[in-house]
């Protein structure tokens, strides 16, 4: 029987393998940069502190966001790195702050994104032997293979970019689909305003609320999208279409009776889509092959809120129900810290505390 | 925490309109206020009523104070409790509504923004606004938790808030936000701003409350006294305590 701090040692034995990079952040960080990436929402949870000239700086959220940070600053983008972290994060939960123990990975500029992407799911399953958790459950969601499936149900590109915003937030995406399923009664007044006058009404509108007419949403943006609405009310998503999206978001069950069902109602709608299930159906067998007695679920309405996730994500449960690991590809993240070109990244966080408790049960 | 074993803290606020107000509320049910310092002093009395000490407190400080159990009775907006804190309204008891200070708190935006009614048109908007502006939607409020809140049960996540402290109305001309989240209590300050609420866009109708806080340390003699002092006030019924 292993005690709690040999289980520990393990996993700093396992953060310190030879072929990673132990990163070391500090613990008190710009919260700016959280604010960017993630918002309001996420921004919510931090714990702030301010300096006497109105800085705002925060305790350690997560390990992502620096150890990305860091990789851009080190003018490392190109290069393949493999970062792992062990320490204490800070947030606030119901105005309650908790310290949490955070393990994890970070793969960026990887060459081969699937072959990361595994190393990732490996790393994850080490971790959680180490705490004895051999059959966890674990669900997978393709956040990559939903943008193709909008493409290739030939879904209206305006249409397309709404449906994939609300993905990972179930309330919104509900409501959304009421909207697709119910679509307003077509208003017929007058023949659509042409783009020229509608600007011009909103300029005139906009000066003489005194509002800037490039600080903001410009009279052209407000216009177009105005005129965009009308169009959109005026050819609904075809009912077929919404039943089959409706269709596609209620798929969650065991990873391969998920994807053939799926490419099954694909088949059925018409088009082929076999091609992007193939690259989940390769992780969900490798994930499988890593623990057997693993329940592995593909969810497709599986998402994490934040829009810089971008290929396939997962997350690993216990017996109590709780997140133990998390993660998956978030390859527009680097991006929007700043850097010049997309790079490829991968990683997953581990909550220590809860495999500890999952452990000593 | 009251000093003495028995003994109530009843919070009012310390100045304006919600002071008089309230003081006109209370002396109606014949417990007149006393202020004896005037408005430069923040402790009075209740005539007749030596076991109450009243302290006056700033409306949003009065919120905090009964979240945090520091006064016993307070008189303040519920939309404070609301944006006091994320769990307020589970640490306060809302005796009765007051009758007067009602306000609501609204999603405003520029009425020159044509194809926005509802809050699925402002997710949208707020969805690629960074992409188009290279910036963050900017919501300018005094109200954080309520908008993040409001927003979060509309999924919408890409924005951030500019906290405002006063005027945050003109904050769209002034170009520090793109729009606001405000209180209202006619709609004209709004309107002459050409700022128009959402459809959707109620996020709470306030009013002046009596709240007793539920965190207070409420020992068996001070719990009768409460009760004593609310069956003056009339309008509650008894048993109040019994929920504390």
């Not at chain 1, 109602?265 to 623990?291: I, T, W």
């Not at chain 2, 404070?80 to 007051?98: D, K, P, Q, T, Y």
Request: hydrophobic share 40%.
């Amino acid at each position: 029987m292993k005690t709690a701090s040999e289980r520990y040692a393990a996993l700093v034995r396992l953060v310190e393998s030879r072929t990673v990079t132990r990163a070391s952040v500090p613990l008190l960080l710009p919260a700016g940069p959280y604010f960017d990436l993630a918002g309001e929402e996420f921004g919510r949870n931090l714990l702030l502190t301010t300096t006497n000239n109105g800085v705002e700086y925060c305790l350690r959220a997560d390990f992502t966001l620096p150890i990305a940070q860091q990789y851009i600053e080190d003018g490392l983008i190109g290069v393949p790195s493999a970062f792992t972290y062990l320490g204490p994060i800070f947030r606030q939960e119901n105005s309650t702050p908790v310290e949490l123990e955070q393990a994890g990975l970070e793969l960026l500029g990887q060459p081969d994104a699937d072959n990361a992407l595994d190393q990732v799911l490996t790393f994850a399953r080490w971790a959680l032997a180490i705490y004895d958790i051999t059959a966890p459950n674990v669900r997978l969601g393709g956040v990559g293979l939903f943008e193709a499936f909008l493409e290739a149900a030939n879904i209206p590109l305006a249409w397309r970019s709404r449906i994939r915003h609300r993905f990972g937030h179930p309330e919104a995406l509900e409501r959304l689909m009421e909207r697709l399923a119910n679509p307003e009664e077509r208003n017929d007044g007058p023949a659509p305003d042409s783009r020229d006058t509608v600007i011009e009404i909103v300029t005139d509108a906009m000066l003489s609320g005194g509002l800037s007419l490039i600080g903001s949403r410009t009279p052209e943006e407000i216009a177009d999208r105005y005129l965009e609405k009308q169009a959109l009310e005026s050819a609904p998503i075809p009912s077929e279409t919404v039943a089959l999206l409706q269709d596609y978001l209620s798929v969650a069950e065991s990873a391969e009776a998920a994807l053939d069902r799926i490419s099954a109602m694909c088949k059925e709608a018409g088009f082929d889509f076999d091609e992007p299930l193939y690259q989940v159906r390769n992780h969900a067998a490798a994930l499988q092959a890593l623990s057997p007695g693993a329940d592995v679920i593909f969810d497709a309405s599986f998402s994490p809120r934040l829009d810089y996730y971008t290929g396939i994500v997962f997350e690993m449960t216990g017996a109590f129900g709780e997140v133990l690991a998390s993660g998956g590809e978030y390859d527009r993240m680097l991006e929007r810290l700043g850097a010049d070109e997309p790079v490829k990244a991968s990683g997953c966080a581990l909550w220590v505390d809860r495999l500890e408790r999952e452990a000593s049960q | 925490m009251s000093v003495l074993p028995g003994g109530l803290t009843l919070a009012v606020p310390s100045k304006g309109r919600l002071e008089e107000l309230t003081r006109k509320s209370f002396s109606s049910s014949r417990l007149t206020i006393a202020r004896p310092g005037g408005a430069r002093s923040y402790i009075g009395s209740i005539k007749n009523q030596p076991q109450v000490t009243v302290r006056f407190y700033p409306a949003a400080e009065i919120a905090r104070e009964l979240i945090l159990g520091g006064v016993d009775i307070g008189v303040t907006g519920s939309d404070l409790i609301h944006e006091a804190s994320e769990n307020g309204e589970e640490n306060v008891l809302f005796v009765r509504g007051l009758g007067f200070g009602e306000a609501n708190v609204v999603v405003a935006i520029p009425d020159s923004w044509i194809d926005v009614q509802q809050m699925t048109d402002l997710a949208d908007v707020a969805s690629d606004f960074r992409a188009r502006h290279g910036r963050w939607l900017r919501v300018a409020t005094k109200y954080v938790n309520l908008t993040r809140r409001h927003f979060a049960k509309y999924g919408i996540a890409e924005y951030r808030i500019v906290e405002s402290a006063g005027a945050t109305e003109s904050a769209p001309a002034a170009g520090t936000a793109d729009l606001i989240v405000d209180i209202t209590s006619t709609g004209s300050t709004l309107a002459a701003n050409q700022l128009r609420v959402l459809d959707d866009g109620l996020i709470m109708k306030s009013e002046a409350n009596l709240i007793v806080s539920r965190t207070a340390d409420w020992t068996p003699l001070r719990k009768a006294q409460l009760e004593a002092l609310l069956s003056i006030m009339g309008g509650v019924p008894p048993g109040i305590s019994t929920l504390l």
